[in-house]
């Protein structure tokens, strides 16, 4: 079996040339890990629209209607930071069924990986910095709806807090979240999730690898999921431009090899989405690239 790969060319929607969000870095990512052998064209798969019977799962239809329509008002709009054309409507809605059959795909096989994913600012009935619907939130919604899964965990590792993921699922005890960021940066106001870890500013790697060594190995223990959700973010990097921390990128892979190995060492199947990552599109896409390398090795070395 070879790695399982989410991926629609429409992901990468045009935006303004000065827009701050790389959303080209989808389509760059797609062609380096073609170029570094992780991704065949028999690998990917390709998603559909979420349903919106789904979707509402999680988000309100008046919410979801507006924003398709363009009906938000100027400031939920600028709370988005992203505008509301129509071929970034269709990729937000494909970028969630892309984690729901991400997630799917995991289950059937150990692990798969999404080219995109890790909306986790969107909250039900509004968006946040750059995070328009809750991917993860929603994915786990609806496996819990249809019996697919009894318990989950979200280990999300972007250098932000899982803030919306946190609320949605603060009264759900199927769903356990986990949060390890940056304590001082985005979002001014954090919520609760079930463990939050806020790391100092200038966190290195040893430092880093050793605050979640432990930590993630006995949470899994302790939750037994039937499913891990990975946002594994590439904005706790030392050069990204929102980041504050102080990754290399082999601090990354150790990351992700660490959160992989411990998954698939005690057979819990995992799905992998990109998260943020905020610089120069080249160095932004090798590092989205390391997830994907790691969870390459991992599957191998598990048998997958």
């Excluded at 692990?111 to 993860?136: K, R």
């Excluded at 590792?157 to 759900?172: M, N, P, R, S, Y």
């Excluded at 904005?235 to 290399?248: I, N």
Aim: charged fraction near 20%.
């Amino acid at each position: 079996m070879r790695l399982p790969l989410v991926y629609h060319p429409a992901y990468s929607a045009p935006l303004p040339s000065s827009h701050r969000f790389p959303m080209a870095k989808f389509k760059l990512l797609r062609t380096l890990l073609e170029e570094q052998g992780i991704a065949r064209d028999e690998q990917i798969h390709r998603p559909l629209p979420v349903p919106r019977r789904w979707l509402e799962l999680t988000h309100s239809r008046q919410y979801h209607q507006a924003f398709a329509r363009g009906e938000l008002l100027p400031a939920e709009q600028r709370r988005i930071g992203l505008p509301a054309t129509t071929p970034l409507v269709q990729r937000t809605w494909l970028a969630v069924g892309g984690t729901l059959l991400t997630a799917r795909l995991a289950l059937e096989h150990g692990v798969a990986c999404h080219l995109a994913g890790g909306t986790h600012h969107a909250y039900p009935d509004h968006g946040s910095g750059f995070c328009i619907f809750n991917d993860c939130a929603v994915t786990a919604q609806v496996l819990l709806a249809e019996g697919r899964v009894q318990r989950l965990m979200v280990i999300d590792l972007d250098v932000h807090q899982g803030d919306a993921t946190a609320a949605i699922f603060a009264d759900e005890p199927r769903v356990f979240t986990l949060s390890v960021h940056c304590g001082s940066n985005f979002p001014l106001r954090k919520q609760q999730s079930d463990v939050d870890l806020a790391l100092d500013d200038g966190l290195e790697d040893d430092a880093y690898l050793e605050a979640i060594g432990d930590l993630i190995p006995t949470l899994l223990d302790q939750e037994q999921p039937d499913l891990v959700l990975y946002n594994a973010g590439v904005d706790p990097h030392r050069e990204d431009r929102l980041g504050r921390l102080q990754l290399s990128d082999q601090g990354l892979l150790n990351r992700d090899r660490l959160v992989l190995d411990s998954c698939l060492r005690r057979n819990i199947p995992i799905a992998t989405v990109i998260g943020g990552g905020y610089d120069d599109l080249k160095p932004l896409v090798i590092r989205h690239g390391l997830v994907f390398r790691a969870a390459n090795e991992q599957a191998r070395l598990h048998g997958l």
